[in-house]
Nanobody, 124 residues
């Protein structure tokens, strides 16, 4: 069983930056995959980014955030980060942390573990 806790959300103006964190606690066979998803009201959940916690730290990004967001993971702290820069109003959403054994098919969103979410609001 793995528990995920997000933090770092908030309100910023367009062009600003935020860093989200997701702390994983409990047991998960290492290495594994962690990811960020987001969902705005009346929209489908969207894959933002994913990272494999193995030594290669392979990363994956959704088209709408590539080049602006950076995902990373600190094995010692069991914490995943999402550095968000150049934020736009359309980035406004609840951001969720997720984890599963592998990153294959990560965009489909069928992940085993989910956090409760942290709200990001970007004003124009």
């Amino acid at each position: 069983q793995l528990r995920l806790l997000e933090s770092g959300g908030g309100s910023v103006e367009a062009g600003g930056s935020l860093r989200l964190s997701c702390v994983a606690s409990g047991y998960m066979y290492n290495p594994y995959c962690m990811g960020w998803f987001r969902q705005a009201p009346a929209t489908e959940r969207e894959g933002v980014a994913a990272i494999y916690t193995g030594s290669d730290k392979t990363t994956y990004y959704g088209d709408s955030v590539e080049g602006r967001f950076t995902i990373s993971h600190d094995n010692a702290k069991n914490t995943m980060y999402l550095e968000m820069t150049g934020l736009k109003p359309e980035d406004t959403a609840m951001y969720y942390c997720a984890a599963d054994s592998f990153c294959v098919g990560w965009l489909k969103g069928n992940w085993r573990y989910w956090g409760q979410g942290t709200q990001v609001t970007v004003s124009s």
